[in-house]
């Protein structure tokens, strides 16, 4: 059973930074996407960033040039660094992982961390 569990929220002022690690345990799996979703109060689950196996990644409008998006394949570690953090980045923000497992590589699982609370005051 795959787990995630996050890390690196807190409270920062408007214009600071925090860096985000989330770790994944458990598996098989034969390959895998990690991404990084956040949650503001009475809003929807929202798409911030994402990294493919190969490195590829893909980013929200909102965070394109403040967020960046790494991971450390041998570690199992994927990180959300945030820059320029502005108060409507408040949110909590959870890490998922789409994973490609089963004998023969062709069972699709989705998974959540428990998410870190971020909060950015102005």
């Known amino acids: 059973q795959v787990q995630l569990v996050e890390s690196g929220g807190g409270s920062v002022q408007a214009g600071g930074s925090l860096r985000l690690s989330c770790r994944a345990s458990?598996?098989?799996?034969?390959?895998?996407?990690m991404s990084w979703y956040r949650q503001a109060p009475e809003k929807e689950r929202e798409f911030v960033s994402g990294?493919?196996?190969?490195?590829?990644?893909t980013y929200a409008d909102s965070v394109k040039g403040r967020f960046t998006i790494s991971q450390d394949n041998a570690k199992k570690m994927v990180y959300l660094q945030m820059n320029s953090l502005k108060p409507e980045d408040t949110a909590t923000y959870y890490c998922?992982?789409?994973?490609?497992?089963?004998?023969?590589?062709?069972?699709?699982?989705?998974?959540w961390g428990q998410g870190t609370q971020v909060t950015v005051s102005s």
């Open positions: 998922k992982m789409e994973a490609i497992g089963g004998p023969w590589c062709t069972t699709r699982s989705t998974y």
């Open positions: 458990g598996g098989p799996y034969c390959s895998y996407d």
């Open positions: 990294i493919g196996r190969d490195g590829t990644t």
